[in-house]
């Protein structure tokens, strides 16, 4: 119980780092004050529900690897399916700038564009992201 208050405190602050670090001036003060506090209170129950979610993906993920032969794969279609997504909402998530995203997207289903250069595998990467291979000398 602690860990998951411990979790809710600590993400709920980096919300109002992320609001304060925001620093949209387009709106109105009292408008930036209003999302800022919305953002904050549905981030409580939201926040509350991804940890819970988060836990227990990564508990069912832990036991599909142990069933499943030590298959990483399997348990990766759990992990990558409920641990990845966003804890908190932003004030742009409030003002539909950015998606709101409760589950991951296991790494085969993603598309090429949305993939980490360390996910990609090396036919994806495009030539500039691409790593010379280099060899090591040979002694003869």
Do not use: C
Request: cysteine-free; aromatic content about 10%.
């Amino acid at each position: 119980m602690r860990l998951v208050v411990f979790s809710l405190v600590l993400a709920l602050s980096f919300n109002s780092f992320a609001f304060a670090a925001e620093g949209d001036s387009t709106g109105s003060t009292a408008g930036d004050l209003g999302i800022g506090v919305a953002s904050f209170l549905v981030s409580i129950p939201y926040g509350a529900a991804k940890i819970v979610t988060a836990l227990v993906g990564g508990i069912v993920g832990g036991l599909t690897y142990l069933f499943s032969g030590f298959n990483k794969d399997a348990a990766d279609q759990v992990w990558y399916t409920t641990i990845p997504g966003d804890y908190i909402i932003t004030p742009d998530q409030l003002r539909g700038k950015r998606d709101i995203r409760f589950t991951g997207v296991p790494p085969e289903h993603r598309s090429p564009e949305n993939r980490t250069l360390e996910s990609r595998s090396p036919d994806d990467r495009s030539p500039e992201d691409r790593v010379p291979e280099t060899r090591a000398p040979q002694n003869r």
